[in-house]
């Protein structure tokens, strides 16, 4: 069960386009389209953003899009906004049953 | 309106044992697949366990033997039970409930209670 992999930090301004990866293996990201992403803000439970790689729950806004090609899954936002300024984790369902997070990536609006 | 709201959170002594509650509210616990995921401060998310609707239940290996996920239907109520408690166990516990009927995407969330394993 070892971590997904995610870049660390990530910086954009405002109106620019980002895109956050997930890299898993065959076991999960590549086996699965049971990705989903979390938007969390400081001291805030998760938010769900994107389910199943490409689905927006209700409210969302269409600046946050997902993909997936092969082991590595990937989450855009588009239109860069001061509030989009937070911690975003990818999950995948696994081959054993369970869920496997990524390790995070800060993402800092300039 | 859906709610979840977590209690039993505190200090514990490493290898104590504690209980965490969900209290449900605007849906029934046992119709829909429920999960616990914790963050150790300043860390990531974790996954730690789900139960299905059906009764199933999985772990994640590092509370594998050690924790146990269970729910009172009369209550709609979900619970953790953590026995032999370590101090990598010590981060704020969310219960959370599924959105896509797999058990693979958590919409609602708990605020949290923080668990701290500490002599």
């Known amino acids: 069960q070892s971590a997904l992999t995610q870049p660390a930090s990530l910086s954009g301004s405002p109106g620019q386009s980002i895109t956050i990866s997930c890299t898993g293996t065959s076991s999960d990201v590549g086996g699965y389209n049971y990705v989903s992403w979390y938007q969390q803000h400081p001291d805030k439970a998760p938010k769900l953003m994107i389910y199943?790689?490409?689905n927006r729950p209700s409210g969302v806004p269409d600046r946050f899009s997902g993909s997936k090609s092969g082991n590595t899954a990937s989450l855009t936002i588009s239109g860069l906004q001061a509030e989009d300024e937070a911690d975003y984790y990818c999950?995948?369902?696994?081959?054993?049953?369970?869920?496997?997070f990524g390790g995070g990536t800060k993402l800092t609006v300039l | 309106e859906v709610q979840l709201v977590e209690s039993g959170g505190g200090l514990i002594q490493p290898g104590g044992s504690l209980r965490l509650s969900c209290a449900a509210s605007?849906?029934?616990?046992?119709?829909?697949?429920m999960s616990w995921v914790r963050q150790a401060p300043g860390k990531g998310l974790e996954w730690v366990s789900v139960i299905y609707s059906g009764g199933s239940t999985y772990y994640a290996d590092s509370v594998k033997g050690r924790f146990t996920i269970s729910r009172d239907n009369s209550k709609n109520t979900l619970y953790l039970q953590m026995n032999s408690l370590r101090v990598e166990d010590t981060a704020v516990y969310y219960c959370?409930?599924?959105?896509?009927?797999?058990?693979?995407?958590?919409?609602?969330w708990g605020q949290g209670t923080l668990v701290t394993v500490s002599s």
């Open positions: 999950s995948s369902y696994t081959s054993s049953s369970t869920l496997v």
């Open positions: 959370a409930r599924d959105l896509c009927s797999g058990g693979t995407c958590y919409y609602n």
């Open positions: 199943d790689v490409t």
């Open positions: 605007g849906f029934t616990v046992s119709s829909t697949y």
